[in-house]
């Protein structure tokens, strides 16, 4: 795929003119042009090559190799040399005392490589994978409303089933330069990003999600790109990385779970090795207004609210994308969000489905009518697809629909209590202001666009 630039135009908004071909890719045994100026003995991160990008022989995920990103990072000198030029100049690397050494946790006080915090918005670069997700777009937009520098990676063509051609990616992600790239090949990503010759990489915001749900695709997308995400913005300098994953990989029953809680963890051990040139944030956001919203148009047809046995089975706390990318965004700056993982929902009390048709039938000003489907029909239909994958095995993304329908039929998006192993309403924080409420009203009046599920329909 062709790399092409657009730098970012807030005063016009005809597509920005693209820079020539980028440089040549450099070697991958010489340093990168970007930091010659630093250390032009630097040598690149070969090691970190071996990711999980689609060039791997090895499939995705189940990789028996140990990754020890964290003492590459640490050793590596291009990041050494980052960590040094963004600390002030009496601190150096390796002595300060708030340094989490390889032994302690890496909840540890933030180390001087994460000192683009003491910056003005308008001096750190923030690279965006994902950036024309449904979160991604906001996010971007939130950076960019911030003054933030963004960088954001898209594809040629974005957007439900590729409905979005360079010009209209261009035009939804305005005031941020926009990278056309490939995220699940490394070699292309690196290239990318090194290829626009901007500041420094300071911080990636991955908002990277499979948009089909389906296996290979999950584990490609949500592990293996995600990690291609982290080596590429660490090999330009990035010193945090802001992941948004989802509450659900608590209980992690389903492929992309796995393949998000696979990451996390190697997240967590590269920063915990890292000496502290590497923080992270984890966003584990409940439910999204988009997947509670499918039913609203039906309901005001005159048709019933459809939900699994008593309607009780599962609750969440919505957040929006407002408030979501609000709340991702602050990741980037705040200190008391760095090495943790963020639980997050919207305001007001946990709903469950039952509620929320109560809610939608009272303002339609409807008398309520439910439909009632007793779970064990999931359960049956999930038993045939699992019988049926063994004959065709092509059928293996079905029987995995299937099982991620069951799991939001039934599962609260809620933290799981790890004291009494229930979900637990009073330990989700609430973050924001836009309510279902508010939310059903406008679907109500405005219906669903800029709601649309994804491929697969079921989020
Ligand atoms: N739905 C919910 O209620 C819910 C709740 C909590 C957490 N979450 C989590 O939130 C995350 C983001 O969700 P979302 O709804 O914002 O996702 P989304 O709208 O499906 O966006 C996915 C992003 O990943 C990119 N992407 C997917 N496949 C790609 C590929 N092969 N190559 C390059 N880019 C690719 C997409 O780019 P293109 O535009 O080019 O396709 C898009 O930017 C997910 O991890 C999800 O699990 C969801």
Request: hydrophobic share 35%; charged share 25%.
């Amino acid at each position: 795929m062709a790399l092409r630039f657009h730098r970012p135009s807030l005063l016009h908004h005809q597509p920005p003119q693209c820079p020539p071909k980028p440089a040549p890719r450099r070697p991958l045994s010489s340093p990168p042009h970007y930091f010659s100026s630093y250390t032009p003995t630097a040598t690149p991160p070969t090691p970190l090559l071996m990711s999980g990008s689609s060039a791997s022989s090895e499939p995705l995920g189940t990789s028996t190799r140990r990754w020890s990103w964290g003492r590459r990072l640490r050793t590596h000198p291009q990041l050494a040399v980052k960590a040094a030029s963004s600390a002030p100049a009496h601190i150096q690397v390796g002595d300060n005392p708030n340094n989490p050494t390889e032994d302690s946790p890496s909840s540890a006080a933030p180390s001087p490589a994460v000192s683009f915090r003491s910056r003005e918005p308008k001096d750190v670069t923030v690279v965006v994978t994902g950036s024309t997700g449904y979160i991604g777009k906001f996010v971007v937009r939130e950076l960019v409303r911030r003054g933030f520098n963004v960088v954001a990676v898209a594809r040629e063509r974005s957007g439900i089933r590729a409905r979005n051609d360079r010009e209209k990616t261009v035009q939804e992600l305005r005031g941020a330069t926009v990278c056309f790239s490939d995220v699940t090949d490394l070699d292309i990503l690196q290239g990318s990003l090194e290829g626009f010759g901007g500041a420094p990489v300071d911080v990636v915001v991955c908002c990277l999600a499979s948009r089909s749900g389906g296996i290979k695709d999950s584990w490609q997308i949500d592990y293996g790109a995600t990690k291609n995400s982290l080596v590429a913005g660490c090999g330009r300098g990035a010193a945090h990385f802001v992941l948004l994953s989802a509450i659900c990989v608590q209980k992690p029953l389903l492929e992309f779970q796995r393949a998000k809680l696979k990451f996390e963890a190697e997240l967590e051990e590269a920063a915990l090795s890292s000496g502290g040139s590497l923080t992270y944030s984890i966003v584990r956001p409940t439910a999204f207004f988009k997947s509670l919203g499918g039913q609203v148009e039906i309901v005001k047809d005159g048709k019933p609210y459809v939900m699994f046995g008593d309607g009780k089975l599962c609750a969440c706390k919505p957040i929006s994308e407002e408030d979501l990318a609000s709340f991702i965004v602050d990741c980037v700056m705040d200190d008391d969000k760095i090495n943790k993982i963020l639980p997050i929902g919207g305001p007001g009390k946990a709903l469950t489905p039952l509620e929320q048709g109560e809610m939608l039938f009272r303002l339609l000003g409807k008398e309520p009518k439910f439909l009632k489907v007793p779970i064990g029909v999931m359960d049956f239909a999930i038993g045939v697809l699992d019988f049926l994958v063994k004959i065709f095995p092509s059928l293996e993304d079905a029987a995995e629909f299937g099982k991620i329908g069951r799991y939001y039929a039934a599962e609260s998006m809620l933290v799981l209590d790890p004291e009494t192993g229930e979900y637990s309403a009073e330990k989700t924080p609430s973050y924001g202001k836009d309510t279902l409420e508010e939310f059903f009203k406008r679907v109500i009046r405005e219906g669903m666009a800029g709601q649309e599920l994804g491929e697969q329909s079921i989020f």
